[in-house]
Antibody, heavy 121, light 109 residues
Framework: QVQLVESGGGVVQPGRSLRLSCAAS????????VHWVRQAPGKGVEWVAV????????YYADSVKGRFTISRDISKNTLDLQMDSLRAEDTAVYYC??????????????WGQGTLVTVSS | EIVLTQSPGTLSLSPGERATLSCRAS???????LTWYQQRPGQAPRLLIY???NRAAGIPDRFSGSGSGTDFTLTISRLEPEDFAVYYC??????????FGQGTKLEIK
């Protein structure tokens, strides 16, 4: 069964950096795109970034482009999110999610439990 | 960029009633790449419906999705206590970018 376990959240000052990690198991990690999605306290969900199965094709939401970097390590079955120049508005629970292709439709079919990032001085 | 608008923002109903949630897109959603998720309090979102009308594995048949183009609907035929949650629609666009609606909170009346 698919498991995604995030780690690395915490409290960080504005302008500083933080690195999140997601440990994946129960599926062929090298075969699927994986995403980061976040949710600010009391707000809706916001897509952040994706890395394709090839490990080199990456896309970002405009709100994080140039500040966040997504990467994956096939040998360790891990997904990372390097977050630089953090802002207060980056405060959120960060989820990693596996993309599935169901009947030709792309969707996020498995999610981790999330890790909380708080950006505050 | 396609914007998804969900309505109503909050829906108050009683167990056993029928719920109808709407998701409207600012442009036509290609190939019906429209997905619905359920998020219970304190939990991660869970896949409910993909391709506008297909139930994900393990989802009860009281959940159904319909629609095409710019107008989509999630219907819950008879509400169970565990169905009171927040529901999000989401579309997959170009460059693997995902867009979510702002959510509809389904609360107990």
């Amino acid at each position: 069964q698919v498991q995604l376990v995030e780690s690395g959240g915490g409290v960080v000052q504005p302008g500083r950096s933080l690195r999140l990690s997601c440990a994946a198991s129960g599926f062929s990690f090298r075969s699927y795109a994986v995403h980061w999605v976040r949710q600010a306290p009391g707000k809706g969900v916001e897509w952040v970034a994706v890395v394709w199965f090839d490990g080199t094709t990456k896309y970002y939401a405009d709100s994080v482009k140039g500040r966040f970097t997504i990467s994956r390590d096939i040998s360790k079955n891990t997904l990372d999110l390097q977050m630089d120049s953090l802002r207060a508005e980056d405060t959120a629970v960060y989820y990693c999610a596996k993309e599935g292709i169901l009947g030709g439709n792309r969707c996020l079919d498995s999610w981790g439990q999330g890790t909380l990032v708080t950006v505050s001085s | 960029e396609i914007v998804l608008t969900q309505s109503p923002g909050t829906l108050s109903l009683s167990p056993g009633e029928r719920a109808t949630l709407s998701c409207r897109a600012s442009q036509s959603v290609r190939s019906n790449y429209l997905t619905w998720y359920q998020q219970r309090p304190g939990q991660a979102p869970r896949l409910l419906i993909y391709g506008a009308s297909n139930r994900a594995a393990g989802i009860p048949d009281r959940f159904s999705g319909s629609g095409s183009g710019t107008d989509f609907t999630l219907t819950i035929s008879r509400l169970e206590p565990e169905d009171f949650a927040v529901y999000y629609c989401q579309q997959y666009g170009s460059s693997s970018m995902y867009t979510f609606g702002q959510g509809t909170k389904l609360e107990i009346k």
